[in-house]
């Protein structure tokens, strides 16, 4: 059976060259965490949006792109302030521990 996790999978897509488009996968960013899934068995799935960081549900849209994130945050297309101020976020609370 699955194995239970303590938080939602944060999933990046993995793109090994050379391979079918089937072997794609899903891998996990949360460190610590091994979870990945086949990019065709992730729709449905309830995952952490890149860029909110709100769970979301994994559609085809979401399915789609490498770093998938919510309907909410693909509407707004001036996201580079956004995601710049996040990543200095997380750098921030990386460092504060
Ligand atoms: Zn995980
Ligand atoms: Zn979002």
Redesign the pocket.
């Known amino acids: 059976m699955a194995k239970k996790y303590n938080h939602l999978h944060r999933l990046k897509k993995l793109t090994p060259k050379r391979q079918k488009s089937d072997a794609k996968l899903y891998k996990c960013m949360v460190p610590g965490c091994t979870y990945q899934v086949p990019v065709s068995f992730a729709e449905n799935l309830i995952v952490q949006?890149s860029?909110?960081e709100?769970p979301?549900i994994m559609d085809k849209l979401a399915m789609d792109l490498v770093s998938p994130?919510?309907q909410?945050?693909t509407k707004v297309r001036n996201v580079k302030r956004v995601e710049e101020l996040t990543m200095i976020d997380e750098f921030l609370k990386e460092k504060l521990g």
């Open positions: 949006c860029r909110c709100q979301m994130h919510c909410g945050c």
